[in-house]
């Protein structure tokens, strides 16, 4: 039987799509981890990445450090918490905060770095304070790349939050992790299809989000160079 | 139960594969006729000792060499060879003459996939009964290292716990964990409740009797989990294993699975006193020595030869 098959079959059965351990309770237990990360990795990352794309210092340290911080590894992690302060919410929420912060913390950086200096002197010839560039000018003309660090980051909480089941929480991992411990690869191939389709759709709705975010006089630029 | 779950299985084979092939081919050229070299006839033959590839395997095994070089048996340590489907058909074919076993493990993966038997005398005669005759398990030891119900040594005290039967007083108030399949295992949930009419208030899926499993027995996240009985942490955490009178879970007797041809009466008489000795209490304080103090394994088994006067 193909995966596809195998997925298919645990899919369609009923029983998987009620109660306390049905999909649509586990989709809800996953959007929960995967979105308090998220929330919490981008009120980190987002001022810290425009402050040094801003003033420019600590930027050396700045992208090394992000890329050093992406070898973490998250189940590593997760384990030695676990050993550590026992079973609450920092055990899961900072393996997957960590995960985040790397590529919403680059890309903040690199969006704000990248404006224009003509812009930012005419911006300060007009007399705004500094406050105000990075507000009305640096900020909305990072957008597109804060917002795509945003949408990679939650593609890897999204894909990652399966390992909240090793510690007995709930989410699309449970399938995972319970059926590779019984044998039932069903269930496994079911809950990743499941995961995958929800990280898809978490990509779709980052670029309905992008719609929103990113000013319509950037977009009709980017569209106008394509 | 450890045994069942060795990695490095293909690694170990293409190892082992070599080595047999080397070791073939040394005796082929000193005795051409003879078509099992480990045969011996004299009773101080060379015998070989194996283990698998985790640390209590290889101290037993260090044990039965130990001993056996004390008797004057010429032996040859191979130890760390992997899984069971590995060294399991080296025994059969007898280059490698002594393994440290497991009895339930050994009978229901190797032997008798379909038994049902569960207590050390049912699994040996099983065992008994339908190994192949090129092998034999000399006398099982008292120690096992088998699943178990395991709970802190406070709670234990607070509410008068020391068989897995005491907890059906309190058995609503409990909230179990272990591996995920725990609850669909045949001695997991179920069993406990057929066994010992435990119904737990909650399950919550942890590991293997891993780190995620003893620190939610510390965390108090659980009261009770599934822990191998010869966890070091039983004694660094302050654990207690509840005894299982009515064997939810198989026996896992340390029992050596022998060769036959290559035994001699010194070998039989050496291994089944050291069987004699070895309870689980015993087992647990020198795989901690091995496992959490690093001790040096013949050093280990040296000394325990030694403390139960095995050897001079």
Redesign the interface.
């Known amino acids: 039987m193909s995966f596809l098959n195998f997925a298919w079959s645990w899919l369609k059965s009923a029983q998987q799509w009620h109660g306390q351990s049905g999909i649509p309770i586990r989709i809800l237990e996953h959007l929960y981890y995967s979105g308090l990360s998220l929330l919490v990795a981008a009120l980190i990352a987002i001022p810290l990445g425009v402050l040094v794309g801003h003033t420019g210092r600590g930027r050396f340290v700045l992208v090394n450090l992000a890329n050093v911080w992406r070898a973490i590894p998250t189940l590593g992690l997760l384990?030695l918490l676990?050993?550590l302060i026992?079973?609450s919410t920092l055990t899961w929420l900072i393996p997957l905060v960590v995960l985040a912060i790397p590529p919403i913390l680059v890309n903040a950086y690199e969006g704000v770095a990248g404006v224009d200096p003509d812009l930012k002197d005419a911006a300060l010839g007009m007399g705004m304070t500094q406050w105000q560039v990075v507000r009305k000018v640096e900020v909305p003309l990072a957008s597109p790349l804060i917002v795509l660090g945003l949408r990679t980051a939650a593609l890897f909480v999204v894909a990652t939050a399966t390992i909240a089941?090793?510690?007995?929480l709930g989410g699309l991992g449970?399938y995972i992790?319970?059926g590779?411990?019984?044998?039932n690869y069903a269930e496994v191939a079911g809950g990743a299809t499941v995961i995958v389709v929800l990280a898809l759709a978490v990509q779709v709705l980052f670029i309905g989000l992008r719609r929103l975010i990113v000013p319509a006089g950037l977009r009709a630029q980017a569209k106008a160079s394509r | 139960m450890s045994p069942t779950r060795l990695p490095l299985r293909q690694g170990a084979i293409l190892a082992l594969a070599a080595s047999a092939a080397v070791t073939l081919a040394a005796c082929g050229s000193s005795s051409p006729s003879n078509s099992n070299p480990l045969s011996g006839g004299s009773s101080k033959g060379t015998v070989v000792i194996g283990s698998a590839n985790f640390p209590e395997n290889q101290l037993l095994a260090q044990i039965y060499s130990t001993a056996l070089q004390a008797k004057g048996v010429k032996v040859t340590d191979k130890f760390n060879i992997g899984a069971r489907e590995v060294y399991y058909p080296q025994v059969e074919k007898g280059t490698i003459s002594i393994i440290p076993e497991y009895n339930g493990t050994l009978l229901t993966v190797e032997v008798d996939k379909t038994s049902t038997a569960k207590t050390t005398d049912d699994v040996n005669a099983a065992l008994k009964a339908n190994l192949p005759s090129s092998m034999e398990i000399l006398n099982s030891a008292a120690a096992q290292d088998s699943d178990s119900v395991t709970v802190t040594q406070a709670f234990a005290k607070a509410h008068n716990l020391t068989s897995i039967a005491d907890l059906k007083a309190i058995d609503s108030k409990v909230i179990f964990g272990g591996p995920p399949e725990f609850p669909t295992r045949s001695d997991g949930l179920k069993g406990l409740k057929q066994n010992y009419g435990l119904t737990f208030k909650k399950f919550e899926p942890l590991d293997e009797s891993g780190p995620i499993t003893l620190a939610a027995l510390k965390d108090g996240k659980v009261q009770a989990a599934d822990v191998f009985t010869t966890t070091p942490q039983i004694i660094t955490d302050k654990l207690v294993s509840l005894t299982d009178p009515k064997f939810n879970f198989a026996a896992q007797n340390v029992t050596p699975l022998v060769y036959k041809k290559a035994m001699t009466p010194t070998i039989i008489s050496t291994l089944n006193a050291i069987s004699a000795k070895l309870t689980t209490q015993e087992l647990l304080a020198i795989d901690t020595k091995v496992i959490v103090d690093h001790e040096n394994y013949q050093t280990v088994a040296t000394d325990w030869l030694k403390s139960v006067g095995l050897m001079s």
């Open positions: 384990i676990v050993v026992g079973f089941a090793v510690i007995s449970r992790i319970d590779l411990a019984a044998n």
